[in-house]
């Protein structure tokens, strides 16, 4: 059984350009959760999808959007990049919703901002 | 106040020992605790999960609750080698508003010592 497909796995951005991460889910999950960690502050809750629905955003930005398509996979997208963008995105995904069972992670997309 | 709080460490347990990890959390709507963990460079992987007041075993793990005193703990026993990794607490809890919400502490790094 595949697991959690995160693509790219590393990018370099410059500050005020955007970037889109997307994330594959196991087959079947119809959940995905996005996260930004960072050493200081740990995994912080972006925002998550259940059945193509925003069921629930994190204290993050506008800047900061996300979608999830008919297949289950999510995009995530980040505009107007700043330094403190520069973290790991880890890509979450469930069969029912985030708060009531397992979490299944990707290995994450390393965003480098310069 | 974090809404889920963990000390850092480094956390230093012989091998062969208890290692003991904290976690506390601030909502008493949560009604859900995770026990992640993850190895450096990797993603987090569920190791442990508890709704109910009191103990749930699961091999060398045990997960403790206590919903009065709002903590949460996992007990490594038997710590090995390639039980040093970091820990992630997270507390779920769905709203009086239907909101539904995972929250991750930042994490309890733990290192055996051979």
Same mark, same amino acid.
């Given at each position: ?13 410059t500050r #005020?350009? &955007?970037?889109?991460? =997307?994330? *594959? ?7 995905v959760?996005?996260?930004?960690q ?14 193509e ?7 993050f930005?506008?800047?900061?959007? #996300?979608? &999830?398509?008919?297949? =289950?996979? *999510? ?11 520069s ?17 299944f ?10 | ?14 091998e062969?020992a ?7 959390y ?9 026990w992640?963990?993850?190895y ?14 009191g ?35 997270a ?22 010592i051979?």
């Amino acid at each position: 059984k595949a697991g959690v497909t995160q693509t790219p796995r590393y990018l370099i951005k410059t500050r #005020g350009q &955007q970037v889109t991460l =997307s994330c *594959s889910p196991i087959s079947g999950h119809r959940s995905v959760s996005w996260y930004q960690q960072t050493p200081g502050q740990g995994l912080q809750f972006l925002f998550e999808y259940f059945s193509e629905t925003q069921r629930n955003k994190g204290n993050f930005p506008g800047r900061f959007s #996300g979608r &999830q398509f008919s297949n =289950s996979r *999510s995009e995530m997208n980040v505009s107007t990049l700043e330094l403190g963008d520069s973290a790991l995105y880890l890509c979450a995904s469930s069969w029912g919703t985030s708060w009531s069972g397992e979490l299944f992670f990707g290995e994450g997309s390393r965003l480098t901002v310069l | 106040q974090k809404e889920v709080e963990q000390n850092s460490g480094p956390l230093s347990v012989p091998e062969g020992a208890i290692a003991s990890l904290n976690c506390t959390y601030s909502d008493r709507g949560s009604q859900s605790f995770f026990w992640y963990r993850q190895y450096s460079g990797k993603s987090p992987e569920l190791i442990m999960f508890i709704y109910s007041n009191g103990d749930k075993e699961d091999g060398r793990f045990t997960a403790q609750l206590n919903k009065a005193s709002q903590y949460v703990s996992l007990l490594i026993r038997d710590s090995q080698p390639s039980d040093s990794a970091t820990y992630l607490c997270a507390a779920g809890l769905i709203s009086n508003f239907g909101n539904e919400k995972l929250t991750f502490g930042t994490g309890t790094r733990l290192t055996i010592i051979p």
